[in-house]
């Protein structure tokens, strides 16, 4: 049977992950939590999908310039015209893939030993976690360059994985 819900849950849905996905909170811990309060079954995955990739959007428009520049970049270095001061791009592009990687991972590991699975329960634990996770930051240094040390890119790569757990936000 596939999962249904109506215009009213899409567009709640909707403004919950709008409003939460900017925020250091968990945007898929609390669809959850919206739809239990809802008593809403699972939400088709089209929606879901759609959901995420207008997150992605947002981000891309508001990161263009960046990401076009990175691309331009790697166009040179891949035609062998790499210039001098493309060197911190080449290490930001280094860090994303090496992070991503480890992403991937991570992420792969938490589905294969079931740790992926979101109820409730497991969302509300984890949102707690965020809750502790963001106050700890109040000691964090800020970084000055979007370039990271190679340890700090695996600790981002690996945070990035355990960030996918529904309420733990990345």
Request: aromatic share 8%; hydrophobic share 55%.
């Amino acid at each position: 049977m596939q999962p249904t819900m109506s215009i009213f849950e899409g567009i709640l849905l909707g403004a919950v992950q709008g409003i939460t996905e900017f925020l250091p909170v968990s945007s898929s811990g609390h669809l959850i939590l919206a739809r239990e309060f809802l008593k809403m079954g699972a939400v088709p995955l089209l929606f879901d999908v759609l959901l995420h990739v207008a997150t992605l959007l947002v981000i891309v428009f508001y990161y263009r310039k960046l990401i076009l520049r990175l691309v331009v970049v790697t166009m040179r270095f891949l035609g062998g015209n790499k210039r001098p001061e493309d060197g911190r791009d080449h290490r930001l592009i280094v860090s994303l893939l090496v992070a991503t990687g480890l992403t991937v991972l991570v992420v792969l590991v938490l589905r294969l030993i079931g740790a992926d699975v979101a109820s409730v329960r497991s969302v509300s634990v984890c949102l707690i976690i965020t809750a502790v996770l963001l106050a700890s930051t109040k000691w964090a240094v800020k970084p000055h360059d979007l370039a990271y040390p190679w340890w700090q890119t695996v600790i981002i790569g690996v945070a990035q994985g355990f960030g996918t757990i529904a309420g733990i936000s990345r």
